[in-house]
């Protein structure tokens, strides 16, 4: 389903027109155009290591969307849809929803958000997601955050967390620990033998996480010129 786009392009006093491949798929009625031009920052990391706190400070200071594909999930049960007491059940166990739901979702999230830098948190959380979305999307994230922590300290912020989420009990937290060690690591690895992983220290406080995080985000010339 690609197609081509006529781009005029100014180079140096001639104007000239450049073929430029397209990806455009089809998201239930909508047409989505061109996702594979957009900026993508993926966050990682265990249940409770930060992930959602230190996207709200990214958003705030550097401008991209939050996407969390644990809210998008939460807010399709709420919504009443057809897929919403698969997904219940499935978040209950700390099981991975199939690929196919959670990237219609984000997809659509992304095409509503009218921007194009995103961080998406939460998501590739095993190995089916990560290969479907890039079939899918053509999107190949610039690169990984991994939020580095102990169990034993996400356990004790989850518990917590206070959110009302049926997830956060004891026995679903120690599933989801098993899901992450097994299924979304292996993920993380495989970004890292690409060279696209940050690895941060998200056991400090969150004041120090963030200057961590800054740092990455944080073009090299602006660092050298500060
Ligand atoms: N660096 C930190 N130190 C202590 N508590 C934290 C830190 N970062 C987040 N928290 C708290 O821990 C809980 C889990 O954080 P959250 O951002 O929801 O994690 P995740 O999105 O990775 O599941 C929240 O209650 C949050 O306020
Ligand atoms: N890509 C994803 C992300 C979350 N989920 C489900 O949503 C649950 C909560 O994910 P979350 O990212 O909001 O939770 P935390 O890891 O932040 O605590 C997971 O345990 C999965 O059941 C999923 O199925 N697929």
Redesign the pocket.
């Known amino acids: 389903m690609g197609t081509v786009v006529e781009t005029p392009v100014k180079e140096a006093d001639a104007t000239v027109t450049v073929k430029k491949p397209t990806v455009v798929f089809v998201l239930g009625k909508h047409f989505v155009l061109a996702l594979s031009s957009v900026f993508v920052v993926i966050l990682s990391g265990?249940?409770?290591s930060g992930?959602?706190t230190q996207c709200a400070n990214i958003v705030e200071h550097f401008g991209y969307t939050h996407l969390?594909?644990?809210?998008l999930?939460?807010a399709e049960i709420k919504s009443g849809s057809e897929n919403g007491t698969m997904i219940q059940n499935?978040?209950k166990?700390?099981?991975?929803?199939p690929s196919e739901v959670?990237i219609k979702l984000l997809q659509k999230a992304m095409e509503e958000s009218g921007n194009d830098k995103f961080l998406i948190?939460?998501?590739?959380?095993n190995e089916e997601?990560r290969a479907a979305f890039e079939a899918v999307t053509k999107i190949e994230p610039e690169f990984v955050l991994f939020f580095d922590c102990s169990e034993e300290e996400m356990e004790r912020r989850?518990l917590n967390r206070n959110q009302g989420r049926e997830?956060d009990n004891v026995e679903t937290i120690r599933k989801?620990f098993k899901?992450f060690l097994e299924s979304s690591l292996p993920v993380v690895q495989y970004y890292e033998a690409k060279g696209k992983v940050r690895k941060i220290d998200a056991a400090k406080p969150v004041a120090e996480v963030f200057d961590a995080v800054k740092a990455v985000f944080t073009p090299k010339d602006e660092k050298a010129a500060a």
Not at 68 to 71: E, I, M, T, V
Not at 121 to 125: A, Q
Request: net charge positive.
């Open positions: 265990g249940p409770g992930k959602g969390s594909a644990g809210d999930l939460r499935m978040i166990e700390g099981k991975i929803v959670t948190d939460g998501f590739p959380r997601n989850i997830d989801r899901v």
